[in-house]
C-alpha cells in the first residue's frame, strides 16, 4: 500500500498499528532515517531487542539471509525486527517478491533504500504497492520553492516561531537537504530560550552565515537596485570567497532574474498564481515588483546571458585569466548596468 505522508506512518507505528514489511526509498533521506528511527527504538523493548532485532547493511546481506533472518520465530517477544538500512547497495534486492507474497506476520522488516528512488517498473514493486500488509512510502525531496513553509510548519510542531529573514538565510544557504536543515536548527535551539523567536542574528551567531553580507541580502540589493550596498555586500562575499565560492553564487543569481522574467511575461496580477509560476514564497513577492520596475524584459535576458557566461568560466571553460572574485564583481557591474 502506497503511504505518502511519513507522519501517518509515523503515528501508526506509535498507537501500535504495525505492517509486515516496510519500503521506504527515495532521494530524501530525512523522513526515511525518521520512520527507521522509531521503529528501531520503540517496536521492541529493549529486553526483546537482544534476541529479535537485527540491524544489518545491504553492502554486507544476502537475500538469502534476510529470509532466514525474517523467518525466525521470536524469543520471548510477540515479534522480530529486521533492518536493511543503505538497501540500495544490495545486489539482490529484486528478489524481495517472493517474500513480498508471503510475508511472516510476526516479523517487522524494513528496506531502508536511501538517497535514491527504486523503479517503480520493477515486479516486486508492484506486487508491494497492492499489498495491505506493506507500507511503501517513496521519500521526495522538498522542493526549493516550499522550503520555507516547509521550515515554518517543522518549527511549528516544536512551538517555536522564526523571522521570515532567517528562515530565508537558512533556506538559501542549506537548501533542501533536510537532515542538514534540521541540524542547524536544533543547534540554534540549544541556545535559545523556549519562548524566543529564532531571528538573522541568531543564524549569524549560531550557524555562522552572515545576516548582512550573504546572498539573500545582495539580491535584496540588485531587485532595489541599491548600488553602494549591491557592491558592498559583493565586497564582502569577495573577500570571503572560499566560505561563498562562487559556484553557488551564481546559481541563486541566475535563478532570482529567470523568476524575474516570468513575473516580467506573466498575464496575471494575482499573487497566489504568480508565487506559484515564480516557485517562490509569496510574502517574497514584493521585492520581485519593485524589481520588474527596474529592469525591462530585454534586460533581464541580457542579465541571464551574462551569468550563464560567467558560470561557464567559473568552471574553467573559455576565459581562464578569471579569478573568482573578479568574475563575480564583473557580474555585479553588469547587472547594474542594465538596470533603469
Not at 43 to 50: C, G, P, T
Not at 52 to 79: C, L, W
Not at 190 to 209: F, H
Not at 251 to 259: A, C, D, G, V
Amino acid at each position: 500500500m502506497i503511504y505518502t505522508n511519513p507522519d501517518q506512518i509515523l503515528n501508526e507505528l506509535k498507537s501500535g498499528t504495525i505492517k509486515p514489511i516496510y519500503i521506504l526509498h527515495g532521494e530524501e533521506s530525512y523522513y526515511i532515517d525518521l520512520i527507521v528511527q522509531e521503529i528501531e527504538q520503540n517496536v521492541l523493548n529493549d529486553a526483546e531487542k537482544s534476541f529479535n532485532q537485527v540491524v544489518v547493511y545491504g553492502r554486507d546481506i544476502e537475500m538469502k539471509t534476510v529470509h532466514n533472518e525474517a523467518r525466525q520465530f521470536p524469543m520471548m517477544s510477540q515479534r522480530r525486527v529486521v533492518i536493511i538500512k543503505e538497501a540500495q547497495d544490495m545486489k539482490e534486492l529484486k528478489q524481495l517478491g517472493d517474500y513480498i507474497e508471503n510475508p511472516v506476520r510476526h516479523t517487522l522488516l524494513v528496506i531502508s533504500h536511501v538517497n535514491k528512488k527504486i523503479d517503480g517498473r520493477m515486479s516486486w514493486i508492484s506486487k508491494a504497492k497492492k499489498s495491505p500488509h506493506i507500507v511503501l512510502f517513496h521519500s521526495e525531496p522538498v522542493r526549493d520553492y516550499k522550503l520555507n513553509a516547509w521550515l515554518n510548519n517543522f518549527l511549528r510542531t516544536k512551538s517555536r516561531k522564526i523571522s521570515p529573514q532567517a528562515n530565508q538565510l537558512l533556506c538559501e544557504y542549506l537548501g533542501n537537504d533536510l537532515k542538514k536543515l534540521v541540524n542547524e536548527v536544533e543547534k540554534i535551539e540549544l541556545n535559545l530560550a523556549a519562548d524566543k523567536m529564532i531571528d538573522a542574528t541568531d543564524v549569524e551567531r549560531y550557524v555562522g552565515i552572515s545576516k548582512d553580507y550573504n546572498i539573500f541580502e545582495l539580491l535584496k540589493a540588485l531587485s532595489y537596485v541599491d548600488k553602494p550596498k549591491a557592491f558592498f555586500i559583493t565586497d564582502n562575499l569577495v573577500s570571503n570567497i572560499k566560505k561563498y565560492p562562487i559556484q553557488m553564487l551564481l546559481p541563486s543569481l541566475f535563478t532570482h532574474f529567470q523568476r524575474l522574467l516570468i513575473l516580467s511575461q506573466a498575464n496575471t496580477n494575482d499573487d497566489d498564481r504568480l508565487a506559484q509560476m515564480m516557485k517562490v514564497p509569496k510574502f517574497t513577492l514584493k521585492e520581485f515588483h519593485i524589481a520588474k520596475t527596474k529592469y525591462r524584459q530585454d534586460k533581464i535576458k541580457k542579465i541571464i546571458n551574462v551569468i550563464s557566461i560567467a558560470d561557464i568560466k567559473s568552471k574553467g571553460v573559455g576565459d581562464r585569466r578569471n579569478e573568482p572574485g573578479e568574475l563575480l564583481k564583473d557580474v555585479i557591474h553588469e547587472i547594474l548596468y542594465h538596470a533603469a
